[in-house]
């Protein structure tokens, strides 16, 4: 076939000195694959977008990596297949450890970024910055170490590899140190820690959490140091040639992160606490306080609504003074307003006539009730 590596191949008949296994390719594909929807599933329903895209990443290439390993079966010496095998098994666990990286920045701001060594986003970038640069590392040896390319043997191309799954071991051992400084602190009892998402860390869940965090991380440790002196003795090595250790070291450590991962999901965890302890959350701006400014017209505030207008108040203006009219204008006089008014004559009104009507009666009455009566004989008269 075009794409053998024929004569260049590292060992006698293909790549490996062995033919891999089927069956144990088979279930660690499968494995790998029944843990896709799942996260998946807890992604989309706790809004955990870029921890669930990368761990899918993960486990996707983890799947291809053995899917690759079950072809090299029949066709040893298959540089597509080797490729194939050899990116899936190297590259899924590095995205795996960026998902893991990822946790860091919010174990340290769910306590309150005060107790932090050093800031969450700081931390974040400087493990997930090695962690790219083990993935590009990588990948550029992968190919030199399939292809052969520009005259670079196989031997220093696995070199690159081994570089790569360094820097991989480098940003793990990073957020190890960082965490550990951080949870002495708190058992230390140095500081207060933060109260607003007390109901997160103070669950029962949330201790068993971090503890999965704690294994997937040392297990993936565990896998980079192992894979780097692998690839560090070349693709024809005693290391890279043996399958049970193969097997092991980069199918079932793997694996076994993957399952904590998702066992202890940090979506089912915080909940929506994991998008307010993002370091890449914009932080909201506390407003100023409201002043209250006094002036000088407060100070001096006059009841007398007239004075309370502006004297620059169009409204003031027309209703304090009169509107002045030229003294020389033809038949009308020099001021509207007459200089003399006067005075208007006394109109009684029905109401007080009525009232000096009834004041006169009632005099008559009393002048009537009080006359003698009997003062002639009336049988005189007659």
Not at 55 to 78: C, E, I, N, P, Q
Not at 288 to 307: E, G, L, V, W
């Amino acid at each position: 076939m075009a794409d053998d590596c024929g004569s260049t191949c590292p060992v006698a008949g293909g790549f490996y000195s062995y033919s891999p296994n089927v069956g144990g390719n088979v279930v660690l594909m499968a494995a790998f694959a029944l843990l896709l929807p799942f996260v998946l599933y807890l992604g989309y329903r706790f809004r955990v977008t870029l921890f669930t895209a990368i761990l899918a990443t993960g486990l996707l290439l983890d799947v291809l990596g053995f899917a690759g390993r079950v072809l090299l079966h029949r066709v040893r010496d298959s540089q597509a297949y080797f490729t194939l095998s050899l990116l899936g098994t190297a590259m899924g666990p590095t995205f795996t450890t960026a998902a893991v990286i990822l946790v860091l920045p919010h174990v340290l701001t769910i306590y309150g970024e005060a107790l932090s060594p050093c800031r969450p986003i700081l931390a974040e970038s400087f493990s997930c910055g090695l962690t790219l640069v083990a993935l590009v590392v990588q990948l550029v040896g992968i190919v030199l170490v399939a292809y052969g390319l520009n005259g670079v043997t196989r031997m220093q191309s696995a070199g690159i590899v081994a570089g790569g799954l360094a820097v991989q071991a480098v940003a793990l051992l990073g957020a190890m140190v960082v965490y550990l400084w951080f949870m002495l602190g708190l058992n230390s009892g140095q500081g207060l820690p933060d109260e607003k998402h007390a109901a997160v860390y103070l669950a029962p869940r949330f201790e068993r959490f971090l503890r999965g965090m704690e294994i997937a991380t040392t297990l993936l440790l565990a896998y980079s140091i192992y894979r780097a002196i692998d690839m560090a003795g070349g693709v024809d090595g005693g290391l890279f040639q043996n399958e049970a250790a193969f097997m092991v070291v980069t199918g079932a450590v793997p694996l076994a992160a993957c399952i904590l991962l998702t066992v202890f999901h940090p979506g089912a965890v915080y909940g929506p606490s994991w998008e307010q302890t993002s370091p890449r959350r914009p932080k909201r701006r506390i407003p100023p306080p409201i002043q209250h400014y006094i002036t000088n017209t407060h100070r001096a505030y006059d009841p007398n609504i007239r004075k309370q207008f502006s004297p620059n108040s169009p409204r003031t203006a027309r209703s304090s003074y009169p509107p002045k009219m030229p003294s020389g204008s033809p038949g009308l006089p020099s001021n509207p307003r007459p200089s003399y008014k006067p005075p208007s004559p006394m109109i009684p009104s029905p109401k007080s006539a009525a009232a000096t009507s009834e004041r006169y009666g009632d005099g008559s009455e009393r002048s009537k009730s009080q006359l003698p009566k009997n003062m002639v004989d009336s049988e005189a008269l007659w």
